[in-house]
Structure formats: C-alpha cells, structure tokens
C-alpha cells in the first residue's frame, strides 16, 4: 500500500534506472515494507536477491549475469570483505546494489575503514513511521486476509490508540485474529480494548 510515509521510495524503485547513484539503501523499521517494495522491483526489473545471513563467496560468481542485486537485513554480522568486494564489482561493472536494514546504512559501525567510506556513497532513503492512513489500510488488508471484517469506527478507535509502530500493528493484529478466532466472534470495543492494554 502506498502513502506518505513510503511513496518516495516506492517512485524511486520505479524510476529505475535512472538514479543519482548506483547505490540505495532502504532502511525502517521490522514490517515497514522493505521486502514488500524490493518484491514489486524485482518483479519489474529482475535482479537477484540475498539476505545477510547466507550471504558469502558464492553469492559474488552469482552476481556476474545481473544487473541487480539485492542484500536483505544487513547488519553489523554481515561478513565485510565480501561485501567490500560486493561494492567493487557493482562499482566496476555498472551494476546496482540495492540494500535494506533497520538503521541507515552510514550509522552500522563497521570495522574496516573502506567499508564506512563507502558505505557514504549510498542514496539513503527510510520508511516512516505510518500515518493514519497506512495504519487503516494494514488493519483493514490484514483482517480482511483472515476473512474478518471490523467497523470503521472500530478501526479509527485503534488508530488513535495504538503505538505507531509496524510491529506494535502486526501484533495487534496477530493477536485480535487470535481472540476473534478463539471466542467465535466478531470483533467489539472490549475485544479491541483488551489488546490494546496488552
């Protein structure tokens, strides 16, 4: 769902190729999105996908036939001459990297000095906190995905409750489905009440 707090970034992946560098880091917050919106680009522009966790030697003879390539939850774990080496190739073959992360890719204290200099020549871009409007339509997706359906004003009630937070939502969200299930019924103010002081 697109709105205000990712619409930037969401027209950024969509302007591929034409960017001021071949480098982007998207950075915000578990279940902000991040994955979602390099899903929608990889559909339209093809590449290839690694997530820090397994990423190592072989990913780089990997990388050779695109034009692409994406890195998943970089962390400070992340083994850092294969990825000083990552920076090289795609510098040197006019590739892109695209890489996602909880905090900005400049604020990750890495231990070698190229890699944090480096690390400078990324387009930084970060997904908000969600507005009013994001938080509706997640609620709204999320129940309707698990075939629950929830009043309006039921949702403008939670939405000026609940902690502006993708996890804090998905949670509520997990966990409504959960008593809704549970109780065989639909949800109410005291269900919604109840969670929310969880």
């Not at 890489?99 to 604020?107: A, Q, R, Y």
């Not at 019924?185 to 103010?189: C, H, N």
């Given at each position: 769902y697109v709105s205000k707090v990712?619409?930037?970034?969401?027209?950024?992946?969509?302007n591929w190729p034409k960017w001021e560098k071949n480098f982007l880091n998207i950075s915000g917050e578990n279940y902000s999105g991040k994955s979602?919106?390099?899903?929608?680009?990889?559909?339209?522009?093809?590449g290839i996908k690694f997530n820090t966790n397994n990423f190592n030697e072989q990913c780089l003879t990997e990388i050779k036939?695109?034009?692409?390539?994406?890195?998943?939850?970089l962390t400070k774990k992340?083994?850092?001459?294969?990825?000083?080496?990552?920076?090289n190739i795609v510098e040197q073959d006019n590739k892109y990297l695209i890489?996602?992360?909880?905090?900005?890719?400049?604020?990750i204290k890495f231990?070698?000095?190229?890699?944090?200099?480096?690390?400078?020549?990324?387009?930084?871009?970060s997904i908000d906190k969600p507005d009013d409007e994001l938080i509706f339509a997640l609620i709204i997706k999320n129940l309707s995905d698990r075939q629950i359906s929830i009043e309006k004003k039921l949702v403008n009630y939670i939405i000026k409750r609940i902690d502006r937070s993708y996890g804090k939502i998905f949670d509520f969200i997990y966990k409504i489905d959960e008593i809704s299930l549970k109780n065989k019924?639909?949800?109410?103010?005291k269900m919604i009440k109840n969670v929310l002081e969880e």
């Open positions: 990712n619409k930037h970034i969401f027209n950024l992946l969509n979602h919106l390099i899903n929608i680009f990889l559909k339209k522009y093809r036939v695109h034009q692409n390539i994406i890195l998943e939850d992340v083994n850092e001459k294969i990825l000083f080496s990552l920076y890489i996602t992360s909880l905090k900005p890719i400049v604020e231990d070698l000095v190229d890699l944090i200099s480096r690390s400078k020549n990324f387009l930084l871009q019924k639909s949800i109410d103010l």
